[in-house]
């Protein structure tokens, strides 16, 4: 009786397998043993397929939503996002480390990270191997890239562990973390959610609209009026969805497009070589990782070498038998246990780790050397000019940052702000702000002004670096307005001063109230650009003009009159960063001199 | 060995041709040169919406809040909006059945009701309730704005009150300007938002308020929000470029709006202190009456405001509105 029944579901089972082959519902049978894998397994690789697609979709979509489009269904005059879109950003516990360090504080949002690491400390590195959206892109193209050129041995060979490259993404961690404690969140170059937001955000979007932009414009050549309304209501659904309201543009962006398109390209030789080997984040995980109350348990006598495993690897973690499994490095895909033939490999809660190193395989003393000279990078690096000596006067910050230096602790060049701002105004710095400020954001008036009454880079910042402030803070009711530099008149190119021609356009978009620019109503001479008869000198002609001069109390420095000002090229109206509120030194009136404040 | 005669006439056939057709797209496409700094050719492309003179009605209504006893009812924008374009036999004077109709408010400026530099939305609202009720097939209410537009229509107060009253409200975008033929004194070829010109009607519902360049600014300004480009060059010659433009776009109607009206630091303002509510709307066919009569909420005189005389010039209009005997609402 015993026997037949142990022996009837199998009979079952073959049946049943049988029929699922015939309908073509038969899971893949692995070679060898012919047996498929766990169903719970099973089961759990679609759930990360699903959890990858699903959150890239979700980090897209924030992605989408950062900036402000209006509603018709809302008439409300303080504008805020209705989303949190940097939500990606507040969960990164890499840049909670970094602030932390730099300014011994957890802003805000980012108290949220303590929840991945959580989840890192009962999965391990679930984050690279589940969530992370720019993991699932090198997922992606660790896929399609290789697809003819790195299969079979060479894959193998790509995906085992290879301890001196991947032992890199640690030191770089290191590093990064010491030039935080030494006061510049440099590290967030590094980030890879900063990086997706960047590249994607200022890079990958914008191009996109440009090319959608000119098929537009081909389009309308064609003056067919049928294809024009075709084109102009998909141009007007992608502006609602996907794009910003206009074309932005972004200073000296190519740098960031290039590399993100370098560290892709990565791919075609080293599987996921940016996950392995760069990430910090990843790196930062890794050390957490020790703690996972689940991971992997190896039966080693049962493997035949038969390297499936590492074929699917996409951690370069070792799975395969004979060796120990490197849990630092594992970001819990689970591939390796679905290609297992021979049930070698095993996930379970608390398993024995009698063939794990836990641990990431650093060497102290490199650990300590690129450690300290991430720390020496920061105070050499502000050796160059630009913050002590010579502060670079297109150093213009975004309304609401906090003193240079602390911003420099703070900013982690995630772009959010830059993305958000509805004029364009603010672009990554190039070297403006030193090598040290790479990336960071600097408003660029030429191509787009501060919008008055907008205080969306504060709302998006994920780190302080950008406070988030009031309408009535901003535009100064019942205080003083915050101020992001002064505005200069370059009298040689202004039409009314130099040229005996009305123009005023930048006090008509001055906002302030009362406005910074005032006009001097003048009567001047001006030569009339016909000669006389028998070609005497053009006579004289007197013309009533209005002179702008700027009020350096009143003015903000938004850059409404740069932006407006009809001299195209280098515009006769122009900002730069001096008498911005949140210095105490970079200023012009003395009665905005404390020298009891620091800074 | 030689070659068949049939190969080699192929071959030979077949190099004639890539040098035929080579010579004939170069023939196609040649470009002798040189430059060219034509202007514009051809008309005019000017838009006129106005709609057949009736002389039994009036030209121009003034509809003014001033029964100290009803100030609830009688100080509504709406309701000024309504009596005076009522005053004029109606909004079916303007608009026909199945009309598409586009309602031209000034949507400029990033700021709120209460600073007075945009439409009153209320005023709009209404104008556009009252070109369904004539019959309209579609209201579009649209302006192309200074500051950023998505701001400027929120904030306004203009989209919603415009959506809540069924106006399809097009947000401006750079695909929705072509390039036109002006042929004015100043303003030669110029992008012009095809959003208001694919219209049946066009009704102008602009604000009267205080502008520091030209003085005063009201209707015939308002179509500066037709033009896209770098308008700032506009300002260098202001009154002609306004008078240019109003030559351009002669609406079906103009509403203009003076409930609360800007009085310093225009056009932007943003300082509720520098604006009065004067409770008044007026409706008019006549752009260049309208803004004389506009000029005078101000403290400005017509001969002040240059463009004024500069459209009676082109027959756009009369400065002297007494002449259209203005009805009370």
């Known amino acids: ?133 720019f993991g699932t892109l090198h997922h992606f193209f660790g ?45 967030g170059l590094f980030d890879p959610i900063c990086i997706a937001v960047r590249a994607i955000g200022l890079g990958v979007l914008p191009a996109m609209q440009y090319v959608t932009g000119t098929a537009t414009d081909w389009v309308a050549e064609t003056g067919s009026r049928p294809a024009m309304r075709v084109a102009d209501g998909a141009t007007d659904f992608l502006a609602e969805t996907v794009y910003s309201n206009e074309q932005p543009y972004f200073h000296q962006t190519w740098l960031i497009v290039i590399s993100l398109a370098a560290i892709l390209f990565m791919n075609r030789f080293v599987p996921r070589f940016w996950c392995r080997v760069l990430c910090p984040l990843g790196a930062f995980l890794g050390v957490f990782a020790r703690f996972a109350l689940f991971g992997m348990e190896k039966d080693h006598s049962k493997c035949t070498d038969c390297n499936l495993c590492l074929v699917h690897c996409q951690g370069a973690d070792s799975p395969q038998g004979g060796v120990k499994w490197r849990q630092d490095e594992c970001h819990m895909c689970m591939n390796c246990e679905t290609a297992c033939p021979e049930d070698v490999i095993k996930f379970r ?105 907008c205080v969306l880079c504060g709302e998006v910042c994920p780190t302080g670096a950008i406070q988030k402030i009031t309408e009535a803070q901003k535009l100064g009711i019942g205080q003083k307005p915050i101020s992001i530099g002064t505005a200069f008149f370059d009298h040689g190119r202004c039409l009314p001063w130099s040229m005996g021609t009305p123009c005023i356009v930048c006090e008509e978009f001055c906002p302030t109230s009362p406005k910074a620019i005032w006009v001097e109503e003048v009567d001047v001479p001006k030569r009339s650009a016909t000669p006389g008869p028998e070609g005497q000198e053009p006579p004289m002609e007197k013309v009533h003009v209005q002179r702008p001069h700027v009020d350096p109390s009143l003015c903000i420095g938004c850059g409404a009159c740069e932006k407006v000002c009809p001299i195209q090229d280098k515009p006769a109206v122009y900002v730069t960063s001096v008498g911005e509120t949140r210095s105490k030194t970079n200023i012009i009136l003395l009665e905005n001199t404390s020298y009891t404040q620091k800074g | 060995m030689a070659i068949s005669r049939r190969e080699a006439l192929t071959r030979l056939g077949a190099a004639g041709l890539v040098l035929g057709s080579a010579a004939a797209i170069t023939r196609a496409s040649f470009d002798r040169g040189g430059i060219d700094i034509a202007s514009a050719k051809g008309k005019p492309q000017v838009r006129d919406y106005r709609v057949p003179a009736d002389g039994a009605l009036p030209s ?100 919603k009150a415009a959506y809540d009253v069924g106006a399809e409200v097009i947000i401006p975008a750079e695909h929705r300007f072509r390039t036109m033929r002006l042929r004015g004194e100043v303003l030669d070829e110029w992008l012009v ?96 009456a309208a803004d004389a009569w506009g000029a005078t909420l101000i403290g400005k005189t017509a001969e002040e405001i240059r463009y004024l005389a500069m459209g009676e010039a082109r027959s756009l209009g009369v400065v002297d509105f007494a002449k259209l005997a203005p009805v009370k609402a």
């Not at chain 1, 940097?86 to 300014?103: G, I, W, Y």
């Not at chain 1, 085992?160 to 961690?173: A, F, N, S």
């Not at chain 1, 993305?419 to 408003?443: D, S």
């Not at chain 2, 470029?241 to 943003?270: E, H, K, W, Y």
Request: proline fraction near 6%.
């Open chain 2, 193 to 288: 938002y095809t959003a208001l010109i694919e219209a049946d009607k066009v009704i102008n519902v602009p604000v009267a308020k205080h502008h520091n360049l030209s003085g005063y600014t009201g209707a015939m300004k308002n179509w500066y929000g037709s033009l896209g480009g770098r308008r700032n060059r506009l300002h260098q010659n202001i009154d002609v470029s306004i008078a240019d433009l109003a030559t351009f776009m002669q609406p079906t109607l103009t509403v203009l709006d003076a409930t609360r009206v800007l009085m310093r630091n225009g056009p932007q303002g943003g300082n509720i202190a520098d604006t009065k509510e004067l409770h008044t709307v007026c409706a008019s066919i006549d752009q260049v």
């Open chain 2, 60 to 159: 121009m209504a003034i509809a003014a809040g001033a029964d100290p006893l009803n100030v609830e009812a009688d100080r509504d924008p709406a309701s000024l909006t309504r009596r005076a374009i009522d005053a004029l036999g109606g909004m079916r004077r303007f608009v026909s059945r199945g009309d598409v109709v586009v309602v031209k408010p000034n949507i400029g400026w990033d700021r709120t009701p209460l600073h007075a530099a945009n439409t009153n939305p209320r005023v709009v609202a209404e104008v556009v309730r009252l070109a369904y009720d004539a019959g309209a097939k579609t209201v579009v209410v649209t302006d192309a704005s200074c500051n950023e537009p998505n701001r400027c229509f929120q904030r306004s107060g203009i989209w």
């Open chain 1, 349 to 453: 809660f608390l398993p024995k780790r009698d063939s794990t190193l836990s641990v990431p395989d650093t060497q102290r003393r490199t650990a300590l050397t690129v450690a300290a000279a991430g720390a020496a990078a920061i105070p050499a690096m502000r050796i160059a000019d630009v913050i002590d000596a010579n502060y670079d006067h297109r150093v213009i910050r975004p309304p609401g940052s906090v003193e240079e230096r602390e911003f420099l602790e703070r900013c982690i060049r995630c772009a959010e702000c830059m993305k958000v701002c509805p004029n364009n105004a603010l672009h990554p710095a190039w070297f403006e702000a030193g090598v040290e400020g790479l990336w960071t954001p600097i408003l660029i008036p030429r191509i787009g002004y501060c919008e008055h009454s």
């Open chain 1, 1 to 133: 009786m015993a026997e037949r029944r142990a022996v009837k579901p199998a009979e079952l089972e073959g049946a049943l397998a049988k029929l699922r082959a015939r309908l073509g519902l038969s899971p893949k049978k692995r070679p060898g043993s012919g047996l498929p894998a766990r169903k719970l397994i099973r089961g759990l690789v679609w759930a990360r397929r699903a959890t990858q697609l699903g959150l890239f979709a979700l980090f897209s979509w924030l992605l989408f939503q950062t900036g402000f489009r209006g509603s018709f269904a809302s008439d409300a005059t303080e504008v805020r996002l209705p989303y949190p879109v940097e939500a990606f950003l507040l969960a990164d516990p890499f840049v909670a480390a970094m602030t932390l360090l730099s300014t011994k504080t957890v802003y805000r949002g980012l108290a949220w990270s303590l929840g991945l690491l959580l989840v890192t400390l009962v999965f391990g590195r679930v984050f690279c191997g589940w969530m992370c959206p």
């Open chain 1, 143 to 187: 896929w399609i890239f290789p697809s003819r050129y790195l299969k079979g041995g060479s894959r193998v060979e790509q995906n085992k562990t290879h301890p001196v490259r991947q032992r890199v993404k640690y030191y770089l961690l290191y590093a990064f973390l010491a030039a935080s404690l030494a006061g510049s969140a440099i590290g």
